[in-house]
């Protein structure tokens, strides 16, 4: 599934598509409290562009981009990401994820708190997401089994 | 006595003698060995570095032109023009020129960009033109109860080079109605024409001359210069 | 304007059955992919009419457009499976 293809059309169109693909994403993370979408339809999209580039670039070369230990590390500093903004709210003696007490921290009104804190939370979803995402599909069309793939290639 | 002893010293001053020389040469060689070095590491270095600022150069553009294209589509898909925003904006935009800056324009010559994006723009309105005008005669192949239509397969060496311009030649074709592009192998195109109207106008290669023209490859007369001198013969003749 | 959109919508609704037919009964797996591709670019087109029936349309092409880009990784998905003959992955 995730060798490189031999047809020109599909290897320039997916390569000049993933950039846009990938702004698409994060617009849709940023702009998740005006329009659909949010953190976790951001990170599939996210996800997907690498995936468009895993089938038509193939493994080698998309570990190149964005190597194991980097997905392995995304999948964790989102779940962190999430869970560091709650604590924080915890810390200034809020709830869990209670918004508004960043206002202290970041020296706006609490409403305004309240939506930079929620947009945090959506990047930090967002990037496990993706993470997830990726790690699932190379897993699958591998096999689980990344040696033998890269002793063939 | 006084002869051997006379003979040991002119030994030993002459094996004194030999070592000093040995050393001397060694030290010599050294010496030339060092030099050399010296100065194959350092053309090395200025390779190296007249190397990366060529690529460094081509990098530097690349990610510029790709992160003005991003925030121009970013602009258009938010439509919110406040500071936070724009903010943002700029911030993605950033992020993904740098990560993918050798996705969106690989393979492109150093100052060529500006001019391409250009002439790529003034070739659409002729695609378009074109896509109109087939649609029109492929919907009259469809409907005249006869059907005179006579698919067959055209195969064509091109003289375009790089991978993009294939690419833009080959989905030029596809939009098209009534011809599709079955695949491109080794630089020939495998298209597939509905009738032989639709082939003939293909094979006049006037849609590769004006891909060939948006690239700037193969050297040909192009299609657009020849359109730009057009009308002043046409002025000529009539004054003639 | 509003019922011009809507007779158009379900008109294309219609359409989506006829190439549904070629999904179910077609023969070969190349005829069941494209008539799926087909269908989602209809679908796009009527997300796109419900968008103006309703005045979101700034809301609808959002999602269009990632309808769009899933309709076009899962058909490369689907063909690329194909090519490769479906038994190594």
Redesign the interface.
């Given at each position: 599934?995730i060798?490189k293809?031999d047809?020109?059309?599909?290897?320039?169109?997916?390569?000049?598509l993933?950039?846009?693909?990938?702004?698409?994403a994060?617009?849709?993370i940023?702009?998740g409290h005006?329009?659909?979408?949010g953190g976790f339809?951001g990170g599939v999209?996210l996800g997907?562009s690498i995936?468009?580039l895993l089938?038509?670039h193939g493994l080698v070369e998309t570990k190149k981009?964005i190597p194991e230990k980097a997905i392995a590390l995304f999948s964790s500093m989102g779940v962190f990401i999430y869970a560091g903004i709650g604590v924080l709210c915890l810390l200034l003696f809020g709830n869990f994820l209670d918004y508004g007490k960043l206002s202290v921290i970041l020296n706006i009104p609490p409403a305004a708190a309240r939506a930079m804190g929620i947009l945090g939370v959506e990047i930090g979803v967002s990037i496990t997401v993706m993470a997830v995402m990726i790690s699932i599909f190379t897993s699958i069309?591998?096999?689980e089994d990344h040696s033998k793939y890269d002793k063939e290639h | 006595m006084e002869v051997t002893l006379l003979i040991e010293a002119m030994d030993s001053s002459f094996r004194v003698l030999e070592d000093a020389k040995n050393q001397a040469v060694d030290i010599m060689n050294s010496a030339v060995r060092v030099t050399s070095e010296t100065r194959t590491i350092e053309e090395k270095k200025l390779v190296n570095i007249f190397k990366g600022a060529q690529s460094r150069r081509a990098i530097l553009q690349n990610t510029v032109a790709t992160f003005v294209i991003l925030f121009g589509f970013w602009t258009v898909l938010s439509g919110i023009f406040d500071l936070f925003h724009l903010t943002l904006g700029v911030i993605c935009s950033l992020i993904i020129s740098i990560l993918t800056h050798d996705l969106l324009f690989a393979n492109v010559r150093v100052g060529d960009i500006k001019l391409t994006i250009i002439r790529f723009i003034r070739y659409l309105p002729w695609l378009i033109y074109q896509i109109f005008v087939s649609n029109f005669y492929v919907a009259y192949l469809v409907l005249s109860p006869k059907m005179p239509i006579s698919p067959q397969i055209i195969r064509f060496k091109t003289k375009l080079e790089s991978d993009i311009s294939w690419v833009v030649l080959a989905n030029s074709i596809t939009l098209t109605p009534g011809t599709i592009t079955i695949d491109i192998k080794d630089g020939e195109f495998y298209v597939h024409a509905l009738a032989k109207k639709v082939a003939d106008d293909l094979n006049t290669g006037e849609m590769e001359d004006r891909v060939a023209h948006i690239f700037m490859e193969a050297d040909h007369i192009y299609v657009q210069d020849v359109l730009d001198v057009a009308p002043i013969f046409g002025v000529l003749r009539k004054g003639i | 304007m509003n019922t011009f959109f809507l007779v158009i919508g379900i008109g294309l609704c219609v359409l989506v059955f006829f190439v549904l037919y070629r999904v179910v009964f077609g023969p070969g797996v190349f005829n069941r992919i494209a008539a799926i591709s087909a269908i989602g670019t209809k679908t796009l087109i009527i997300i796109l009419i419900m968008g103006i029936i309703y005045n979101r349309i700034d809301m609808f092409v959002d999602i269009s457009m990632v309808y769009a880009l899933l309709n076009f990784i899962g058909t490369l998905a689907a063909a690329k499976y194909l090519e490769i003959g479906g038994e190594k992955l």
């Open positions: 599934m060798r293809t047809d020109i059309i599909i290897r320039t169109v997916a390569r000049i993933v950039p846009f693909i990938q702004i698409y994060l617009y849709v940023m702009h005006y329009s659909p979408g339809q999209i997907a995936v468009l089938i038509t981009k069309s591998t096999a | - | -």
